[in-house]
């Protein structure tokens, strides 16, 4: 699940996206889900963490400014070379925050600065329509496990594809238990550096976390149910390694295995795809699946789709940073969306390529999504962030079918 923080930053200070346009919209429930709000939760232990910093800072500075001022005046130096003096001191200790305080400062900038992004992307998205009937109900698991083809066939046009009942309710209760419990330990440890660490780059971290998964009963098990019982695996097949007039078929490997877990309080995503387009090639490289562990209401920021956006047409105009944003933002204005109002035990499979975003979870519940990708063995691809080491490049779509 990564992305460049620096593309979104430079995007946030584009024309077009510090001054949307708002256009009457139809009044329908899903614009509360789309449009950016105000985070009115609790704040975070993180920013509390941040503010007691920026207070002992401020007195820090304060007390400083006076000592280099009284200090230089009792040297005999007359008011305004004691007050250069502080200024100079000042911007000596402003460029050490910014460049030598391990990232702090330029962390928090930046991370303002994807929100920005993501919120000017809201009242776009928030004037196109939304593809209703899509963004609630699927086609039943054990008809796309019995025939997959219209199914494939959907994914490979829209990009995305909804598959209800993948994944049992005993099973996505089981795994969302085990998620609680592993976010908990992992939350609690200190980092190492030699250990693999446990959370992968997500975006807009406040209160939201990609957290990769080891093998054991409860992923293995619901891995293979949804890829075998569930029809995904025979989807995967289909839609990996299938170049039209292309070269050998070799399969496909396990490429991330993680929890996206977002509490109450998150901030909504900016858009963005998981992996870029590959030149001369309109297969997807990867394709991933979120497995809703419990029901994911408007309230709670479902996953934000944008169908059919894996296109060439719609990446050019989405990274297209030379017109100052206006082609992304006619592109987010005009598409229509779909939004991942699952089930528990329901999946979305998308093309990683294909524009998407979790949006801000309003409600009072945790939402945890179960994923997975699988990567064409024919393509090279960055290796994600989002795996265990020890799962890394090791299973096929074989191998993990028959697990459990
Ligand atoms: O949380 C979601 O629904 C989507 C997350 C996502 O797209 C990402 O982290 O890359």
């Given at each position: 699940m990564a992305i460049s923080i620096l593309a979104l930053a430079a995007a946030a200070y584009s024309p077009n996206f510090a001054a949307p346009q708002l256009a009457p919209t139809a009044a329908a429930a899903h614009l509360a889900a789309l449009r950016p709000h105000p985070v009115a939760c609790a704040p975070s232990d993180d920013e509390r963490d941040e503010t007691a910093q920026f207070l002992q800072i401020l007195g820090g500075l304060s007390l400083g400014c006076v000592g280099v001022f009284s200090g230089a005046s009792a040297l005999g130096a007359d008011d305004v070379v004691a007050g250069n003096l502080v200024l100079v001191a000042l911007a000596a200790v402003g460029a050490y925050l910014f460049y030598f305080d391990g990232g702090v400062t330029q962390a928090a900038l930046a991370s303002q600065a994807v929100q920005e992004v993501a919120s000017g992307e809201g009242e776009l998205v928030a004037q196109a329509p939304l593809e209703e009937a899509e963004s609630r109900a699927g086609r039943p698991a054990a008809a796309v496990a019995a025939d997959p083809a219209a199914a494939a066939d959907a994914l490979r046009a829209d990009g995305v594809v909804r598959i209800d009942g993948a994944l049992s309710a005993a099973a996505a209760d089981a795994l969302a238990a085990h998620v609680d419990a592993e976010l908990a330990a992992a939350r609690s440890e200190k980092p190492s550096l030699d250990a693999d660490g446990r959370f992968g780059p997500v975006l807009s971290r406040t209160n939201r976390w990609d957290l990769k998964l080891r093998r054991g009963p409860a992923v293995d098990g619901a891995l293979a149910e949804v890829l075998a019982s569930g029809g995904v695996a025979k989807l995967l097949d289909h839609a990996l390694g299938d170049e039209p007039g292309g070269g050998e078929k070799k399969g496909a490997t396990l490429f991330e295995l993680a929890a996206l877990v977002s509490d109450p309080g998150s901030p909504r995503q900016p858009i963005h795809p998981d992996t870029p387009r590959r030149p001369g090639s309109e297969a997807p490289a990867v394709v991933t699946a979120f497995v809703a562990l419990q029901d994911v209401d408007e309230e709670m920021g479902p996953t934000l789709f944008l169908p059919r956006t894996q296109s060439a047409d719609a990446h050019e105009k989405f990274n297209a940073p030379e017109d100052g944003g206006r082609a992304k933002a006619e592109l987010l204005r005009t598409t229509p969306h779909r939004l991942g109002l699952l089930k528990k035990g329901d999946v979305a499979l998308f093309d990683a390529r294909l524009l998407h975003g979790g949006l801000d979870n309003r409600s009072a519940r945790r939402r945890r999504l179960f994923y997975f990708s699988f990567k064409d063995d024919n393509a090279a691809v960055r290796p994600s962030e989002s795996i265990m080491d020890e799962v890394r490049?090791?299973?096929?779509l074989e191998d993990c079918a028959a697990w459990g």
């Open positions: 490049r090791r299973y096929s």
